[in-house]
């Protein structure tokens, strides 16, 4: 993985968070930085690494344990683990922020960092905001059936409300049995 990025896995200094950090410094000199050209870091890697064995085990027709293998549960289904630790330290997340007034275009420092716009940004994720992830944009789709706007929070929290008022009734009854 190191060789991929341009570095030397022999050198004793040389693994993936090392490499990065070299290659960030580096890039901060330029005028046009993209941190989503810097390597994974050695937990994101690891995680990917998991997650590819099972998909080879699975076409050689050995089920594994999703959750053992770089997935985690969400309220609907397995998601990928993406990392443990943070990518950057937070001290250096809070140097990158947008300062957009009107829109997030070109100019935008969390575009031209290669991240979407975060709270901590002074567009707030308005309707100005171009640089929004596909969930923002998710938030904005939703509708109830009055065709009044809900918010994803409010769409989940119904359904997983739901869910759970099911379960408690299904504990009801098996303790009832008992």
């Not at 590819?52 to 050689?60: E, F, G």
């Not at 998601?79 to 009107?102: D, T, V």
């Not at 829109?103 to 975060?118: D, V």
Request: charged share 30%; net charge negative.
């Amino acid at each position: 993985m190191i060789h991929l990025y341009g570095g030397n896995p022999r050198t004793s200094e040389c693994d993936l968070n090392h490499l990065r950090y070299t290659l960030f410094t580096q890039s901060a000199t330029k005028a046009r930085s993209t941190l989503a050209h810097l390597p994974l870091t050695v937990d994101t890697a690891r995680f990917h690494a998991l997650r590819s064995y099972l998909q080879i085990q699975k076409w050689l027709g050995h089920e594994k344990n999703r959750l053992e293998w770089g997935w985690v549960p969400t309220r609907f289904d397995l998601s990928p683990r993406k990392m443990e630790r943070e990518a950057a330290p937070e001290s250096l997340l809070k140097m990158i922020f947008c300062n957009c007034k009107k829109g997030c275009k070109n100019a935008c420092g969390y575009r031209k960092a290669g991240l979407i716009c975060s709270s901590l940004c002074t567009c707030s994720l308005g309707e100005a905001c171009e640089n929004v992830s596909d969930i923002n944009l998710l938030e904005d789709s939703i509708e109830d059936e009055d065709d009044k706007p809900l918010s994803i929070n409010n769409f989940i929290y119904e359904n997983v409300k739901d869910l759970y008022l099911q379960l408690d009734e299904e504990d009801k009854e098996q303790q009832a049995e008992a």
